[in-house]
Protein backbone atom coordinates (compact mmCIF):
# COMPACT_ATOMS: atom_id res chain seq x y z
CA UNK A 1 0.00 0.00 0.00
CA UNK A 2 1.28 3.69 -0.96
CA UNK A 3 0.40 6.54 1.12
CA UNK A 4 0.70 10.25 -0.50
CA UNK A 5 0.82 13.85 0.87
CA UNK A 6 0.57 16.50 -0.95
CA UNK A 7 2.11 20.00 -0.11
CA UNK A 8 3.22 22.93 -1.36
CA UNK A 9 0.04 24.70 -2.14
CA UNK A 10 -1.21 28.28 -1.42
CA UNK A 11 -2.39 31.32 -2.75
CA UNK A 12 -0.76 33.51 -5.80
CA UNK A 13 -0.96 36.13 -8.43
CA UNK A 14 -2.21 35.63 -11.87
CA UNK A 15 1.43 35.07 -13.15
CA UNK A 16 3.29 33.71 -10.52
CA UNK A 17 4.57 30.53 -9.80
CA UNK A 18 4.25 27.16 -7.45
CA UNK A 19 5.79 23.90 -6.87
CA UNK A 20 3.35 21.29 -5.36
CA UNK A 21 5.58 18.02 -3.92
CA UNK A 22 3.86 14.27 -2.94
CA UNK A 23 5.69 12.67 -0.65
CA UNK A 24 5.02 8.71 -1.02
CA UNK A 25 5.65 6.04 1.75
CA UNK A 26 6.90 2.59 0.98
CA UNK A 27 9.51 1.46 -0.81
CA UNK A 28 8.45 0.93 -4.40
CA UNK A 29 7.62 4.11 -5.34
CA UNK A 30 9.37 3.86 -8.48
CA UNK A 31 7.20 1.12 -9.33
CA UNK A 32 4.45 3.23 -9.70
CA UNK A 33 3.15 5.63 -12.75
CA UNK A 34 2.35 8.67 -10.92
CA UNK A 35 -0.28 11.65 -11.96
CA UNK A 36 -1.89 15.13 -10.83
CA UNK A 37 -5.14 15.89 -10.70
CA UNK A 38 -7.36 18.57 -10.04
CA UNK A 39 -10.75 19.95 -9.15
CA UNK A 40 -12.15 22.69 -9.24
CA UNK A 41 -15.34 23.92 -7.35
CA UNK A 42 -18.66 22.66 -8.57
CA UNK A 43 -16.38 20.53 -11.46
CA UNK A 44 -15.60 16.75 -11.95
CA UNK A 45 -11.60 16.47 -11.00
CA UNK A 46 -9.61 16.36 -14.14
CA UNK A 47 -6.38 15.05 -15.59
CA UNK A 48 -2.91 17.24 -15.18
CA UNK A 49 -0.46 15.53 -15.95
CA UNK A 50 1.56 11.70 -15.54
CA UNK A 51 5.28 10.61 -15.35
CA UNK A 52 6.10 7.21 -16.14
CA UNK A 53 8.39 5.00 -13.61
CA UNK A 54 12.06 6.52 -14.22
CA UNK A 55 10.64 10.06 -15.40
CA UNK A 56 11.73 10.03 -18.86
CA UNK A 57 8.05 9.91 -20.39
CA UNK A 58 5.69 12.28 -18.73
CA UNK A 59 2.18 13.94 -20.45
CA UNK A 60 0.01 17.04 -19.76
CA UNK A 61 -3.51 18.14 -20.21
CA UNK A 62 -3.80 20.67 -23.18
CA UNK A 63 -5.06 23.14 -20.56
CA UNK A 64 -1.63 23.61 -18.64
CA UNK A 65 1.22 22.07 -21.47
CA UNK A 66 3.87 24.77 -21.39
CA UNK A 67 2.97 26.03 -18.22
CA UNK A 68 3.56 22.94 -15.75
CA UNK A 69 6.38 20.52 -15.45
CA UNK A 70 5.71 16.75 -13.68
CA UNK A 71 9.07 15.33 -12.46
CA UNK A 72 10.03 12.86 -9.78
CA UNK A 73 12.88 11.84 -7.56
CA UNK A 74 12.39 8.02 -7.04
CA UNK A 75 15.20 8.42 -4.30
CA UNK A 76 13.04 10.77 -2.38
CA UNK A 77 10.18 9.16 -2.90
CA UNK A 78 8.65 12.17 -4.31
CA UNK A 79 6.88 13.81 -7.29
CA UNK A 80 6.45 17.29 -7.99
CA UNK A 81 4.90 19.65 -10.20
CA UNK A 82 6.13 22.73 -10.96
CA UNK A 83 3.20 25.40 -12.08
CA UNK A 84 4.23 28.74 -13.82
CA UNK A 85 2.25 30.94 -15.68
CA UNK A 86 -0.72 30.29 -13.40
CA UNK A 87 -3.94 31.68 -14.27
CA UNK A 88 -7.34 32.16 -11.97
CA UNK A 89 -8.65 28.75 -13.83
CA UNK A 90 -5.81 27.15 -12.21
CA UNK A 91 -7.64 27.38 -8.99
CA UNK A 92 -8.84 23.51 -7.91
CA UNK A 93 -7.31 21.46 -4.94
CA UNK A 94 -4.57 19.61 -6.69
CA UNK A 95 -4.04 15.80 -6.05
CA UNK A 96 -1.75 13.42 -6.46
CA UNK A 97 -1.86 9.61 -7.47
CA UNK A 98 -0.09 6.56 -8.25
CA UNK A 99 -1.00 3.78 -10.41
CA UNK A 100 0.18 -0.04 -10.47
CA UNK A 101 -0.62 -0.64 -14.30
CA UNK A 102 -0.01 1.67 -16.94
CA UNK A 103 -3.49 1.70 -18.31
CA UNK A 104 -6.09 4.82 -18.14
CA UNK A 105 -3.65 7.30 -17.19
CA UNK A 106 -6.01 9.76 -18.05
CA UNK A 107 -8.45 9.01 -15.69
CA UNK A 108 -9.62 8.51 -12.37
CA UNK A 109 -9.98 4.66 -12.36
CA UNK A 110 -6.59 3.98 -14.14
CA UNK A 111 -5.10 4.86 -10.31
CA UNK A 112 -5.17 2.91 -6.97
CA UNK A 113 -3.81 5.47 -4.41
CA UNK A 114 -4.98 9.02 -4.00
CA UNK A 115 -3.32 11.74 -1.70
CA UNK A 116 -5.41 14.16 0.40
CA UNK A 117 -5.04 17.38 -2.11
CA UNK A 118 -3.52 20.70 -1.28
CA UNK A 119 -5.11 23.60 -2.15
CA UNK A 120 -4.07 26.51 -4.96
CA UNK A 121 -5.50 29.41 -5.27
CA UNK A 122 -4.73 31.94 -8.43
CA UNK A 123 -6.51 35.46 -7.60
CA UNK A 124 -6.33 37.60 -10.76
Do not use: H
Amino acid sequence: QVQLVESGGGLVQAGGSLRLSCAASGRTFSTYVMGWFRQAPGKEREFVAVIWWSGNNTYYADSVKGRFTISRDNAKNTVYLQMNSLKPEDTAVYYCAAASRPTALLFIKGYDYWGQGTQVTVSS
